[in-house]
T-cell receptor, first 115, second 111 residues
Framework: GAVVSQHPSWVICKSGTSVKIECRSLDFQATTMFWYRQFPKQSLMLMATSNEGSKATYEQGVEKDKFLINHASLTLSTLTVTSAHPEDSSFYIC???????????FGPGTRLLVL | AQTVTQSQPEMSVQEAETVTLSCTYDTSESDYYLFWYKQPPSRQMILVIRQEAYKQQNATENRFSVNFQKAAKSFSLKISDSQLGDAAMYFCAYTGNQFYFGTGTSLTVIP
C-alpha cells in the first residue's frame, strides 16, 4: 500500500517550453501533496504544499508563476514548469500523505533537463 | 523553529555488521512523529521506520530499529546485519505542524 506514481520519469525539453509533471496516489486518498526539488547529493528542498481544492502554499523563494501547482483531486497533483530554462534542470519529487503528522510517501521522481 | 540535524555526512559499515546513524532534532511541540527514509541510487525515497513521540517503546522493522530518546531529542537508526542493498542516503525526518528533513547520511556497505 501507499504507492505514489509520478510521470514522466524523464523529460528533456527546449528552453522556453512548459513541462507538466503528474503525481498520483494510487491506493489512498492524499489530503496533502508536496513538491520537492533535489540537487545532487543534497537533501530535498520543499517547493510547495498543496491541499485538494485549495491554492498551493509556496516556500519562500519559489516563483509561483513559474511553478504552477494544481491539486484537482485527492489522488492527483500536477506541477507545471512554465517557460523552462536550463537552471530549472533538476530532479523533482512529489509526495503525498493521508493526514497531518503522518508519513509522506514519495513518487519515484522526475528528471528534468532543459536544453 | 524545528530543525533536524544529521551530524554524519558519510558512514561506512562492513557487510553483516551493525551501524548506527545519528539524528537530533529541536522542537517545542509535544505531538510529533519521526521517520527515517532511505534513498538508494535509484533516488526513490523509501520509508524505513517511524516513531510516534508519545510511544516510549522504540520502533523496530526487521533489521532496522531506532533508539528514541525524547528528553535528549535524539532519534538514531540502527541497521543490523548490514547488506549491500542497504547502501543509500538516509534521511531523518520530523513532522509536527511542519515537515522537516535532515541533510542526510550517505551509507556505504563494504563487502
Amino acid at each position: 500500500g501507499a504507492v505514489v506514481s509520478q510521470h514522466p520519469s524523464w523529460v528533456i525539453c527546449k528552453s522556453g517550453t512548459s513541462v507538466k509533471i503528474e503525481c498520483r496516489s494510487l491506493d489512498f486518498q492524499a489530503t496533502t501533496m508536496f513538491w520537492y526539488r533535489q540537487f545532487p547529493k543534497q537533501s530535498l528542498m520543499l517547493m510547495a504544499t498543496s491541499n485538494e481544492g485549495s491554492k498551493a502554499t509556496y516556500e519562500q523563494g519559489v516563483e509561483k508563476d513559474k511553478f504552477l501547482i494544481n491539486h484537482a483531486s485527492l489522488t492527483l497533483s500536477t506541477l507545471t514548469v512554465t517557460s523552462a530554462h536550463p537552471e530549472d534542470s533538476s530532479f523533482y519529487i512529489c509526495s503525498a500523505r493521508v493526514g497531518k503528522r503522518m508519513a509522506q510517501y514519495f513518487g519515484p521522481g522526475t528528471r528534468l533537463l532543459v536544453l | 523553529a524545528q530543525t533536524v540535524t544529521q551530524s554524519q555526512p558519510e558512514m561506512s559499515v562492513q557487510e553483516a555488521e551493525t551501524v548506527t546513524l545519528s539524528c537530533t532534532y529541536d522542537t517545542s511541540e509535544s505531538d510529533y512523529y519521526l521517520f527515517w527514509y532511505k534513498q538508494p541510487p535509484s533516488r526513490q525515497m523509501i520509508l524505513v521506520i517511524r516513531q510516534e513521540a508519545y510511544k516510549q517503546q522504540n520502533a523496530t522493522e526487521n533489521r532496522f530499529s531506532v533508539n528514541f530518546q525524547k528528553a535528549a531529542k535524539s532519534f538514531s537508526l540502527k541497521i543490523s546485519d548490514s547488506q549491500l542493498g542497504d547502501a543509500a542516503m538516509y534521511f531523518c525526518a520530523y513532522t509536527g505542524n511542519q515537515f522537516y528533513f535532515g541533510t542526510g547520511t550517505s551509507l556505504t556497505v563494504i563487502p
